[in-house]
């Protein structure tokens, strides 16, 4: 493939003028795929079925134009529509598909504006020019890297798999050490709580109230960090970065807290919180009582009992009088000490484990992505590479 022939043209010669996805609203359409609907495209992908199909028989690309994925794309096929904050482009006579959507699935492409709601801006990146190989040549492009990235996707999807029922043992593991403890030779007894069936004899069992001072986050936006900036770290519904938002010049609380994820996505999500920090509306706070020996075996003990009460939520929200009659396993001071210590012993592995298959994973999806980028561009003569590639594995 001599990147010689390729030819450098606008993209918008090479995709019929794009269509916004019209008016349908998301939550207002079926999400099955009941007889007489058909496929609809949202910013999120194929998720929705549609009464009416405006485009028929036609391969196309539906662009997600408004949100924090912004540029995504996805092949639609057969008969089809799209929805609000979507872009729908059309391949012109001479261009192939498949690879116009290698090119154009890739985020770094688009223009992009807006900060807080970022959205694309199709005239500007449609304006960009682009070196296009022959329709057949793209063809031969776009079957090459069907054939690669679907065995990377594999392995991604081998290595998730790993990770998912890592996840399930360490669950496992807190969920029989915060309510059965080390000795499961100990004779047993009903708890009386919801969540937790039977704990040790010796054991007490208490609600969260009793154990905690149970208080609430306040409303900090990213603007009151921006005007604000400080040492004191703010909290909020994310789990990335420990929950951190910023940081800003002032404090709420101050001392050993746990705090914990109201509602959204990570609703009953519980950190160990130490020294001066805030939290938003969307976080709760515990202040540990006397009888909370150690706030780790609570933070366990809580993470594993929030989910049962987040599951019986359509919308999961755990607000403050939720959590307060949530009622915990509570192990004598010194037992709650060794649950924490075996249990530090015993996640450790599990988390070496699982941080060894998410670096592969990263490994996969930046080779995955170079690929991509390579081979849409003429960097690699993808002839030559699977030739190559099969000498190595011969």
């Not at 890739?106 to 190989?133: C, H, I, M």
């Not at 669950?171 to 309510?179: D, G, Y």
Request: aromatic share 10%; glycine share 8%.
């Amino acid at each position: 493939m001599t990147r010689s022939r390729w030819t450098a043209m606008r993209m918008k010669f090479a995709v019929a003028a794009g269509r916004s996805g019209g008016t349908l609203i998301k939550g207002m359409m079926s999400n099955v795929p009941e007889p007489g609907l058909f496929k609809g495209f949202s910013a999120s992908g194929q998720d929705v079925w549609v009464e009416e199909a405006q485009y028929k028989g036609k391969r196309g690309i539906v662009v997600s134009a408004v949100g924090a994925r912004c540029g995504k794309c996805f092949k639609a096929d057969g008969d089809w529509s799209a929805i609000a904050n979507t872009m729908v482009l059309i391949p012109r006579p001479g261009f192939n598909r498949d690879y116009l959507w290698y090119v154009l699935n890739n985020e770094a492409f688009w223009e992009k504006g807006g900060t807080a709601q970022p959205y694309v801006r199709f005239d500007e990146s449609l304006t960009r020019a682009w070196n296009f190989p022959s329709e057949t040549e793209q063809a031969v492009i776009a079957d090459f890297l069907d054939r690669e990235t679907s065995k990377a996707d594999e392995l991604m999807a081998k290595y998730e798999g790993l990770i998912e029922r890592l996840e399930e043992k360490r669950l496992a593991l807190i969920s029989a050490a915060v309510t059965k403890g080390l000795d499961f030779a100990a004779p047993m007894k009903d708890s009386g709580g919801v969540g937790v069936e039977e704990v040790p004899v010796h054991w007490g069992v208490a609600a969260v109230w009793m154990l905690f001072e149970i208080g609430r986050g306040r409303v900090i936006s990213h603007d009151d960090i921006r005007a604000n900036p400080g040492d004191y770290p703010v909290y909020s519904s994310q789990t990335e970065a420990n929950g951190e938002m910023g940081k800003i010049g002032t404090f709420d609380f101050d001392g050993d807290y746990l705090t914990w994820t109201t509602d959204g996505a990570n609703a009953g999500s519980v950190f160990e919180r130490h020294g001066r920090f805030n939290c938003t509306n969307v976080c709760g706070t515990l202040k540990p009582r006397s009888m909370v020996a150690s706030l780790t075996y609570f933070q366990y003990a809580l993470n594993i009992a929030t989910k049962y009460f987040v599951r019986l939520d359509i919308n999961p929200k755990l607000m403050n009088d939720v959590m307060a009659r949530i009622r915990l396993p509570l192990p004598p001071a010194d037992e709650q000490m060794k649950i924490v210590a075996h249990l530090g012993a015993a996640l450790a592995s599990i988390r070496i484990l699982r941080e060894r298959m998410e670096s592969a994973i990263t490994l996969l999806r930046e080779h995955r992505s170079a690929l991509i980028a390579a081979s849409v561009t003429g960097q690699i003569d993808v002839g030559t590479y699977r030739a190559a590639r099969a000498r190595v594995s011969a």
